[in-house]
Nanobody
């Protein structure tokens, strides 16, 4: 089982930027796509982004497309989420996770991902 630990969250003003990191440890870094999700207070966890093994392919939720960029460094066992032009509605706990199987590529369902990290809080003030 791989363990994932997110970091990089914090408090930022609207329009600002943050870069989230997700460090993988345990067994070998999964050769599967990785995903980012978020959960705002009182809401269900929602899909944010997915990054292929090579980082050559990504897809995003409509709410973050054009503002967020996912990437990974497999040599360092790291996954990243660069967040620009942040809005108050981006406030949430952000999680990274491993896609369960290749054929789930394109999925935005929480159930197609596993090995969840503990999350990192992002707060965007207006």
């Amino acid at each position: 089982q791989v363990q994932l630990v997110e970091s990089g969250g914090g408090l930022v003003q609207a329009g600002g930027s943050l870069r989230l990191s997700c460090a993988a440890s345990g067994r070998a870094f999964p050769k599967y796509p990785m995903g980012w999700f978020r959960q705002a207070p009182g809401k269900e966890r929602e899909f944010v982004a997915a990054i292929s093994w090579s980082s050559s392919a990504t897809y995003y939720s409509d709410s973050v497309k054009g503002r967020f960029t996912g990437s990974r460094d497999n040599a360092l066992n790291m996954v990243y989420l660069q967040m620009n032009s942040l809005k108050p509605e981006d406030t949430a706990v952000y999680y990274c996770a491993v896609m369960n199987e290749y054929r789930a590529w394109g999925s935005r369902r929480e159930t197609d991902f596993g090995s969840w990290g503990q999350g990192t809080q992002v707060t965007v003030s207006s």
